[in-house]
């Protein structure tokens, strides 16, 4: 007899991670790293499911009560009966009218339907002993099908174009697997140009990455152009120095991105916040710098917007990435069509779970557009290598091009965190009970779950104390 779904328990877990300048960029200037976490429990003690989606501080509170509300359609459902179909199931969990009424597939609700996806795409791996991304490309041909979301989007795929290209592909799945096992997945770091880090800081950090073994390196910018230019150039002048870096690089893996002498690759990204014109005069200004990408150039849904930069730095072999607030699939399906981006950066909690998720590999595939998914966030990097996983080994059957986005915040607050190896790859998540990766530990809600957490409980009551004596603490963004 399989199990039921019987309650659920939600956490607002936030990290003062303003305090350090982690995740800082134009347009987000002090960010707290937050998780909306849900943890779906069942009539077996043994199989519970963990999910959540990613926000940066203030309206946590706000996500967590529409996951509620999402989360309780599925109370005493049979999980098989889930299981069975997953798109199936994703049409359930996003068809009550009223709740669909506040988005529709948008904003928070829709973030909140990926949290509870998410957890139940984790329950239904961990039932299975295996990795998410393991018992995804398992699946045959036929199951994946059935697992995506294809409503909005059969103008650009049909179910029948992705079932023929999924069994194109079936052929050399398990030497990708044991390929990818042994090298890792190719990863690109953000974590050393963050906007608020000093120059001195971000050249440290930068050689840092280098030491590691990355190859790829991402910067923010849309400050002024006078310093990003020269915080670009002292990241370029260290990973172009043959002195920091003797890493051989696959040429393949660098064709067309502007790499430097050492075979090392800069981006840079704005966080949307330019308008269209000023996008592509900035960027055209930093040519020098020689960017492969400029991510997020203006706002996120302006498809028309990316397509006319995308236009203009062609010449300059300058490429546009974006998708990080790409809402859900038909804003991706658009992009597509429009051929506004060269890069394609889904987001594990942007995008309503695993089911949509994999609508936007199967178009991106198709429209022969590499992945390269968004992790700049507490939990994303946990999530994100999974889906670079199934792209690569079931869906596009290529990571030559693809970079997936490492920082290196916070990991030590889950169970089974990511890790990278000395190539600056990521390894492939492997124990049976990991699920989708996103378990916290006890610790981290007992320290950081909001407000009643040991952190959150101190420094509320310090910003109190001071509010009595008139004076102002040194860090007023968290509540």
């Not at 849904?301 to 730095?313: C, F, T, V």
């Not at 700049?376 to 030559?400: F, K, P, Q, R």
Request: one cysteine or more; proline letters at 4%; hydrophobic letters at 40%.
């Amino acid at each position: 007899m399989s199990a039921k779904i019987t309650h659920f328990d939600i956490h607002d877990v936030r990290f003062p991670t303003s305090l350090t300048g982690d995740g800082s960029d134009a347009m987000n200037a002090a960010c707290d790293y937050s998780s909306a976490y849900i943890a779906l429990h069942t009539s077996d003690p043994t199989l519970t499911g963990y999910g959540m989606t990613f926000t940066i501080g203030r309206g946590n509170d706000i996500v967590c009560s529409a996951i509620a509300a999402v989360a309780q359609q599925l109370v005493g459902k049979d999980t098989e009966e889930l299981f069975a179909d997953m798109g199936k199931t994703w049409s359930f969990l996003l068809s009550d009218s009223q709740l669909r009424w506040i988005g529709p597939e948008k904003g928070v609700i829709h973030i909140a339907s990926g949290a509870v996806d998410n957890a139940l795409w984790d329950m239904y791996a961990r039932s299975r002993k295996k990795p998410l991304w393991k018992l995804v490309v398992d699946m045959t041909p036929e199951e994946l099908v059935r697992s995506t979301a294809f409503r909005y989007i059969t103008d650009a795929i049909t179910p029948e174009e992705a079932l023929a290209m999924l069994k194109e592909r079936e052929a050399g799945k398990k030497e990708r697997e044991a390929k990818v096992r042994e090298l890792g997945y190719p990863a690109y770091v953000t974590s050393a140009g963050w906007l608020g880090y000093d120059d001195a800081k971000i050249a440290r950090l930068t050689k840092d990455a280098v030491q590691q073994g990355f190859n790829h390196f991402k910067m923010k910018v849309g400050q002024s152009l006078e310093k990003d230019l020269k915080r670009a150039r002292i990241i370029r002048n260290i990973i172009d120095n043959p002195e920091y870096t003797t890493k051989k690089v696959d040429p393949k893996s660098i064709a067309g991105k502007n790499a430097g002498p050492t075979g090392s690759v800069f981006m840079i990204d704005a966080n949307q916040v330019w308008d269209v014109q000023q996008a592509i005069d900035f960027v055209t200004a930093m040519a020098d710098v020689k960017p492969w990408f400029i991510e997020e150039p203006t706002a996120p849904d302006d498809i028309l917007g990316h397509a006319k930069i995308r236009k203009a730095l062609k010449p300059y072999g300058i490429g546009v990435a974006t998708g990080e607030h790409g809402h859900n699939r038909i804003l991706f399906k658009q992009l597509l069509q429009a051929e506004a981006i060269d890069v394609c950066q889904i987001d594990s909690c942007r995008l309503a779970g695993v089911t949509e998720v994999l609508s936007v590999l199967l178009m991106a595939a198709k429209f022969g557009v590499p992945v390269c998914p968004h992790a700049g966030g507490v939990g994303l990097c946990e999530y994100v290598i999974h889906l670079s996983l199934i792209d690569y080994i079931a869906v596009s059957g290529s990571m030559e091009r693809n970079v997936l986005e490492y920082v290196d915040h916070l990991h030590e607050h889950f169970i089974y965190p990511c890790s990278i190896n000395q190539n600056g790859r990521y390894n492939v998540p492997s124990n049976e009970a990991e699920g989708y990766s996103i378990q916290f530990k006890e610790s981290a809600f007992a320290e950081f779950e909001y407000p009643h957490g040991t952190y959150w409980a101190g420094a509320l009551a310090e910003q109190q104390k001071e509010k009595a004596n008139g004076t102002n603490g040194v860090n007023g963004v968290h509540h």
